[in-house]
């Protein structure tokens, strides 16, 4: 084990991993446990739509964490007060529309990630306990030290300002950890880690529906999940057709849409993507 000093306010206060079941939240456990801290709880927000791959690998990590005495995550969920539908992909659906960030926007990870998170939390004997004193909880959340993460974080941290100013409810009830960064830990540096650990490299986490797929990976989606594809595609289709149509965007790729990967061939992506190559 590494020997490491804990920020004070982590020290004091219960610690819990935002686990997205990626690269580089996974390399964040391993490096925590390397240094002996071990998390209160860990918490992944399921959108419902997450990639198969992705639920595949949770069985794989609950094992290692039981090897090592972590605790199992805890997975959450948006649970609808009156809306019909309790996923993403529902969600759509229902509003003939496409996931927020097709638009630029970061609504989905907000509903389907954040706040199922802070609905458990406030729930949770330590966090109520810790709250009840003054106390903040501890959020370690796996952004790792290269430059589009460090770009993140500050983004990040603008956003939790504003809160703060605005006098938001839960803007005095977290702090926001980020130990891949403190403890400079890029990209490389996670998959060394995970290796090292004796874990197979987690697949690319998002939902399999996200417009920042690229599209060689729609393509891949298309050839070894060809259902979910075509539930792609009644997504798109919905929503160009729907109440309000597609003014601004092409479709799920935003630039593009998946209709136009009906019959494209991956080599010809490539060799696009290899003229784009400077």
């Known amino acids: 084990m590494i020997g490491t000093t804990l920020p004070l306010f982590v020290a004091k206060a219960p610690l819990v ?5 990626g690269v580089d939240s996974t390399a964040m ?5 390397r240094r002996g801290i071990r998390p209160d709880a860990i918490l992944f927000a399921d959108t419902g739509g997450e ?9 794989v990590i609950n094992a290692w964490l039981a090897k090592i005495g972590f605790p ?3 997975i ?6 009156r809306a019909p539908y309790d996923t993403l992909e529902g969600k759509c659906l229902a509003n003939d529309t496409l996931p927020s960030l097709a638009f630029g926007m970061h609504s989905c990870s907000l509903v389907f990630k954040v706040e199922p998170q802070h609905k458990f939390l406030k729930s949770w004997q330590p966090a109520v306990d ?3 004193t003054g106390v903040k909880v501890v959020k370690a959340i796996g952004y790792d030290n290269g430059a589009q993460d460090c770009r993140r974080r500050a983004k990040a941290d603008k956003a939790v300002a504003k809160k703060a100013e605005a006098g938001h409810p839960d803007a005095d009830q977290y702090d926001y950890w980020y130990p891949l960064q403190e403890w400079k830990i890029d990209r490389a540096g996670c998959i060394a880690l995970i290796v090292g650990a004796g874990l197979p490299v987690p697949p690319k986490s998002s939902c399999w529906f996200c417009p920042a797929m690229k599209k060689s990976e729609v393509i891949e989606l298309r050839d070894t999940h060809p259902i979910l594809f075509h539930r792609g595609l009644a997504m798109e289709r919905n929503a160009r057709f729907g109440k309000h149509g597609l003014k601004t965007v092409a479709g799920l790729g935003r630039s593009w849409s998946w209709e136009e990967l009906l019959h494209v061939d991956a080599a010809e992506i490539e060799d696009e993507a ?3 190559r400077p």
Do not use: D, F, H, N
């Open 72 to 74: 199992q995550l805890t």
């Open 130 to 132: 810790a709250w009840a």
């Open 274 to 276: 290899e003229m784009l």
């Open 76 to 81: 959450v969920r948006y649970v609808p007060t």
């Open 29 to 33: 456990l391993v490096a925590m446990w």
């Open 17 to 21: 991993v935002a686990y997205g079941v």
């Open 51 to 59: 990639k198969p791959t992705t639920y595949a690998y949770i069985a």
